[in-house]
């Protein structure tokens, strides 16, 4: 979802389950895909990334997925933990872009 | 190891001040950024350094001047600066500036500006 004023769309879940958080990017030029964990008071920190020759890429209880087709992007993390609420953020860029441009961010809130 | 470093973590200052922002990386990259961030918003990029050279400023007020002393180093100088400018100060790195290499954080600054 997108985010409204100063409201970030918040995905809620129970520890254990799996979560799936969605990204729409805006620019179908862009070829490569980043998602970042933002914990309070914290950097953004590096999860995972595809480049757009792929559709799919797992990683240690996490997976991304890409459809170029609707220029979405999700991220999906098995098994939620406590640890894992945070903020994510995905990122978009190109090779001719020179800079990244992120998404509004969609926070994890998990209930233990 | 991909560690950026920032100093300091919490800065309070007037608007009559002048103050650094400091950032550091030792993992070889040619590219450093500083963006600002707001609360519950996504980072917002201001400066680019690739091979220690300014490439990307964008369109920030000269209140806020770059410096890259040497590849592993990045500072902030802020001066005059306003209550709007209150917000959270991230560095990052990566390889190059190419655009699609992975960019690692630092933890930040929380600057305060009085």
């Known amino acids: 979802g997108e985010s409204v004023g100063l409201h970030l769309p918040t995905l809620s879940v129970q520890e254990g389950d799996n979560s799936i958080i969605n990204c729409a990017y805006s620019?179908?030029?862009?070829?490569?895909f980043i998602w970042y964990k933002q914990e309070s008071g914290k950097g953004p920190q590096f999860i995972i990334d595809?480049?757009?020759?792929?559709d799919k890429r797992q990683g240690q209880r996490v997976t991304v997925l890409l459809n170029k087709t609707v220029k979405h992007l999700s991220l999906q993390i098995a098994a939620t933990q406590p640890g894992d609420s945070a903020v994510y953020f995905c990122?978009?860029?190109?090779?001719?872009?020179?800079?990244?441009?992120f998404g509004s961010g969609t926070k994890l809130n998990v209930k233990p | 190891d991909t560690e950026v470093t920032q100093t300091p973590k919490h800065l309070v200052m007037g608007m009559t001040n002048k103050k650094s922002l400091k950032c550091e990386q030792h993992?070889?990259?040619?590219?450093m950024y500083w963006y600002k961030q707001k609360a519950k918003k996504p980072p917002e990029l201001m400066f680019v350094?690739?091979?220690?050279?300014?490439?990307i400023n964008e369109s920030v007020p000269s209140r806020f001047s770059p410096e890259c002393p040497n590849s592993s180093l990045l500072n902030l100088h802020l001066h005059a600066l306003q209550p709007e400018d209150s917000a959270l100060y991230l560095c990052?790195?990566?390889?190059?500036?190419?655009?699609?290499?992975?960019?690692?954080f630092g933890p930040g600054t929380r600057l305060t500006v009085l």
């Open positions: 350094y690739s091979y220690e050279k300014l490439s």
């Open positions: 990122a978009e860029t190109s090779y001719n872009f020179n800079k990244f441009y």
């Open positions: 595809i480049r757009s020759n792929m």
């Open positions: 620019n179908s030029a862009s070829d490569y």
């Open positions: 990052a790195s990566s390889q190059d500036a190419s655009g699609t290499d992975t960019q690692y």
């Open positions: 993992m070889g990259h040619r590219a």
